[in-house]
């Protein structure tokens, strides 16, 4: 029987909405009672074998990216189980790495916070630093970093400590080609020595090039999951149908979605 590397059972995230700012202080101290529930995740299960390259996709606000930060640990769920075996790493555009620091200031916090040792750092600091490919910028602040290169200097770090489960959060939409071809390649590499790698992109061309299987979220709740090329098609399809609407159509359909996340139907839509 393969080993699981990820394993998640009837998983809910759940956030308050707060509609006046006197609701938010009330509720701190009497919790629960003000507030409206908003589902980011609702009732997600599944596991993902080690060694296997899973995509996460689905419009934006379907909760990609707060399944990702579960996964590694930059959340807790709010009721389910939720079990990730191994040294977790993640990238992402809009996190990973403090503005306020040089480059190579986050990469000894980064790996400090993954609990590796001073020496382990100073080892493992030149790879990164040849990995990121930004020369005299990892003396420089990152808030001077363009969007391309705070993605560069994350993915260089997570990459290079190894991890067992590598998450990447549309970390890859922003670099230059032959960084993501680069990127791309070190993923490959990391599929063939046995790691587990989640992978979050609107790009089904780079999805389909890499990954095993694919997960499509709707509204915080899995619409499907299965074999990548079967799911990716029923996505394609899903994102023809969509564009063929009317802008007043498409917000009906959005608003939808929405109003289901805030405590109403836990069913899954099954067309635009």
């Not at 990609?64 to 709010?78: D, M, R, V, Y």
């Not at 939720?82 to 977790?88: F, K, M, P, Q, R």
């Not at 070190?186 to 020595?193: D, I």
């Amino acid at each position: 029987m393969a080993e699981q590397a990820i394993t998640l059972q009837k998983v809910d995230k759940v956030y308050p909405i707060y509609h006046k700012a006197a609701e938010k202080y009330l509720d701190f101290f009497l919790p629960k009672s003000f507030g409206q529930k908003f589902y980011a995740l609702r009732d997600i299960t599944f596991s993902l074998e080690k060694g296997t390259s899973t995509a996460l996709i689905g419009l934006n606000g379907s909760g990609k990216s707060t399944l990702a930060n579960l996964i590694a640990g930059a959340s807790a769920p709010t009721s389910g189980t939720l079990i990730a075996e191994g040294n977790v790493s993640m990238t992402s555009i809009s996190a990973g790495v403090s503005t306020m620091l040089t480059g190579l200031e986050n990469i000894t916090q980064k790996c400090l916070l993954l609990g590796l040792s001073y020496q382990q750092i100073k080892d493992l600091t030149p790879q990164i630093v040849e990995f990121a490919d930004l020369g005299a910028f990892m003396d420089q602040q990152v808030k001077t970093y363009s969007s391309g290169m705070r993605a560069k200097l994350g993915f260089a770090i997570s990459v290079n400590i190894d991890p067992d489960v590598l998450i990447i959060d549309e970390a890859l939409s922003v670099g230059d080609p032959t960084f993501t071809k680069k990127c791309l390649q070190k993923m490959q590499a990391f599929r063939e020595r046995g790691k587990t790698i989640v992978f979050v992109s609107h790009s089904l061309p780079q999805v389909r090039d890499f990954c095993d299987h694919a997960l499509w979220l709707e509204a915080g709740q899995i619409r499907s999951m299965g074999a990548c090329g079967e799911v990716t098609a029923a996505y394609a399809a899903f994102i023809k149908e969509f564009n063929a609407f009317s802008r007043a159509e498409q917000k009906a359909y959005t608003t939808r979605l929405r109003e289901k996340q805030f405590g109403g139907s836990n069913e899954p839509e099954t067309k635009p």
